[in-house]
């Protein structure tokens, strides 16, 4: 168990529609990243979010947005969803914003759209 | 451009043999390197990392890892497979100070075990 948790495990729905995933970080940790997984584009990295503040952006679809709050758990919206944005969405969390940290990693939400 | 290969996408070893995942990568300045481990429905956990010094690094479960900084190589290894070491597989390098040092990562290889 990394100590990172996401819920919900598992989310169905319909395109067009709107979901929020969400994250707990390590106990302590303060950045907190996301990634997308699927079969044909493997691990995507999303956005990083440290302290509360956005750090570092990758490959983020503008119909997505994250945030994180004080307590910093984070939410990643995903609206307007389309059959392709079906992925495995993994959070991982990491002590600081920079060096060079290992990432830990939560057990992933599925997100199937119909 | 930093980026990481995995070259083969499967590697399939019999229970009891060496196996090595191979992973090269491209970076400017001193690459940070990292292995991870998927295994089925699970999330990524760490294995092990090279920042400096020795170039043999040990990681988890029985794990290690050659960095060669000539080949631009960071190749997994275990002397003796098992059959639970069944999973995905996946390089990371970390990208200069001016991008966060965000991990970039590689596509991934499936390693296979056979009894």
């Known amino acids: 168990d990394s100590g990172v948790t996401q819920t919900p495990k598992h989310l169905i729905t319909a395109t067009g529609q709107r979901v929020t995933l969400r994250c707990s970080p390590r106990?302590?940790?303060?950045?907190v990243y996301w990634y997308q997984q699927s079969l044909d584009q493997g691990l995507q990295f999303l956005i990083q979010y440290y302290n509360g503040e956005e750090r570092a952006k990758g490959n983020i679809l503008e119909r997505f947005s994250a945030q994180q709050f004080p307590d910093l758990h984070s939410e990643l919206n995903l609206s307007s969803l389309e059959l392709g944005d079906s992925a495995l969405y993994f959070c991982?969390?990491?002590?600081?914003?920079?060096?060079?940290?290992?990432?830990?990693f939560g057990p992933g939400t599925r997100l199937t759209v119909l | 451009a930093q980026s990481v290969a995995q070259p083969e996408d499967q590697v399939n070893v019999a229970e009891g043999n060496p196996l090595t995942v191979k992973c090269t990568y491209s970076v400017s300045g001193n690459p940070y390197l990292f292995w991870y481990v998927q295994y089925p429905n699970r999330g990524l956990q760490f294995l092990l990392k090279?920042?400096?010094?020795d170039n043999l690094v040990k990681g988890s479960y029985g794990f290690e890892a050659e960095f060669n900084k000539s080949q631009t190589s960071f190749h997994l290894k275990k002397p003796s497979a098992l059959v639970s070491d069944s999973a995905l597989y996946f390089c990371a390098v970390s990208g200069p100070r001016g991008s966060n040092y965000q991990l970039i990562w590689g596509a991934g290889t499936k390693l296979i075990i056979k009894p």
């Open positions: 991982a969390s990491s002590p600081r914003a920079v060096g060079v940290n290992e990432q830990f």
């Open positions: 090279y920042i400096t010094g």
């Open positions: 106990s302590g940790d303060l950045s």
